[in-house]
């Protein structure tokens, strides 16, 4: 990834639900120790399905996968990873994140990621609900659909795209 390039890649956006909210009801070392508990738990998951960090913007990561099908394994494995984690956690120690995976071209430019893909996959994280991977239609069409179980989600009109866009949501438990 060099000074700027152009590709077509798999783009993940996870963040934390209510993460403004907790950071104004605990302290600064609960946050950070929030923030290093998502970290190892989330991201050895999504890098070893060959997930590579692209920035973080707080507590939300961006990524990209060569691999549409692993980005959306990789997300279900993490919701999992995280499930287990929550099972024994008072509410206030949960770990709640929203995933998003879209694929498209993008502009690479000095270790950032550029493009209408990943402004589209911003806005679909901001629709799935804390537990979900919303994947498009792109992502879809062109994974091993055999490796993950999905259900179709209702069209969504995302902000900047003219047609709705048709929207996936792995099933619990599914791949």
Do not use: W
Request: some cysteine; aromatic content about 6%; hydrophobic content about 40%.
């Amino acid at each position: 990834m060099n000074s700027s390039d152009t590709r077509v890649l798999t783009i993940m956006r996870t963040d934390i639900k209510d993460f403004t909210k907790k950071t104004n009801q605990i302290s600064r070392a609960a946050l950070l120790s929030l923030l290093e508990k998502q970290k190892q738990i989330v991201l050895p998951v999504l890098q070893s399905r060959g997930g590579k960090l692209i920035n973080t913007i707080g507590e939300a990561y961006l990524l990209v996968f060569d691999s549409p099908t692993n980005a959306v394994l990789g997300a279900a494995a993490a919701q999992d990873a995280l499930a287990r984690y929550n099972s024994y956690r008072p509410e206030a120690e949960r770990i709640e994140i929203r995933i998003a995976v879209n694929m498209g071209e993008i502009h690479l430019t000095d270790g950032d990621i550029f493009g209408e893909p990943v402004s589209i996959t911003a806005q679909l994280g901001n629709l799935a609900a804390p537990g979900e991977v919303f994947f498009t239609e792109a992502v879809y069409l062109s994974m091993s659909k055999a490796e993950v179980a999905c259900a179709e989600v209702d069209p969504l009109q995302l902000k900047g795209v003219a047609k709705m866009t048709k929207v996936y949501k792995v099933s619990p438990h599914g791949g």
